[in-house]
């Protein structure tokens, strides 16, 4: 069974200096679920949910996205307007070698929390990740430059809203398992073309109230209309950034939202 094809090209830069293009073909598109590094108070929280009578994934978990919706443009299409991303790092295995890049798993909010007569009480984001595109960066480094300092990097991201650029987040990755957690528990994610978004950490606490970050209610929360992300080596000296809008295929008020 032939699937659809989903080729991206990094620009890979060595510390070094060397620069090389590579064409990777995505086999497959997979995403880390609560992936904080502290692992038994992310399991407490869980329960809380498990205890309210949803069905929840254990943690640290993967799940799996469709691989045509890996994209790297500076707009994506969603159906409606209650959509955000998160920075992630994303890591690319070519070749049997890893590179590292920066990415936003784009989410559908309205479809975290479900409740249907058919699946019953499920808090799940699968299909909130399913109905939008994931971004990812159009260059990369490699992981063998950067794995002695790793949880050194950092992440940031930005949103966009009414027309105003608004710091989002800001962590170490010191903050999350790390990719060799992954890869032991995983070891699948070392096949190549197998492209891994690791997990995100929580919003900066002067992000404005109105503004959606991970709030389990979103009535009448206000969503970005872009997002922009980025990856920081403090020992290279080095950045990994990329950014994109989001345009609605609906417009407000639709019965289709």
């Known amino acids: 069974m032939k699937l659809t094809e989903n080729i991206l090209e990094f620009n890979v830069y060595t510390r070094d200096g060397f620069i090389s293009r590579r064409a990777v073909g995505v086999k497959k598109l997979c995403f880390g679920r609560h992936c904080s590094r502290d692992i038994e108070a992310t399991r407490k929280s869980l329960d809380e949910k498990r205890f309210e009578g949803y069905a929840v994934h254990g943690n640290p978990n993967i799940c799996m996205k469709s691989r045509y919706l890996l994209t790297d443009e500076e707009v994506i299409e969603v159906q409606g307007r209650q959509t955000s991303g998160e920075v992630e790092v994303v890591a690319v295995v070519d070749n049997d070698e890893v590179l590292i890049s920066v990415g936003s798993d784009h989410n559908d909010r309205s479809l975290e929390t479900m409740w249907t007569e058919a699946l019953g009480k499920v808090y799940d984001i699968a299909k909130s990740k399913q109905m939008v595109p994931a971004v990812v960066a159009k260059d990369a480094w490699l992981y063998e430059d950067i794995e002695d300092h790793w949880d050194g990097l950092n992440l940031r991201s930005y949103v966009t809203v009414g027309g105003k650029r608004i ?91």
């Open 167 to 257: 710091p989002y987040q800001d962590f170490p990755l010191s903050t999350l398992v790390d990719l060799e957690y992954h890869f032991q528990t995983n070891p699948w994610l070392k096949e190549n073309g197998v492209v891994f978004f690791g997990g995100t950490y929580g919003t900066l606490p002067t992000v404005p109230p109105e503004i959606y970050q991970f709030q389990h209610s979103i009535k009448g929360l206000v969503f970005p209309s872009g997002f922009s992300f980025e990856v920081h080596d403090p020992v290279l000296k080095r950045t990994i950034s990329h950014r994109y809008m989001v345009q609605c295929l609906e417009e407000p008020g639709s019965p289709s939202l």
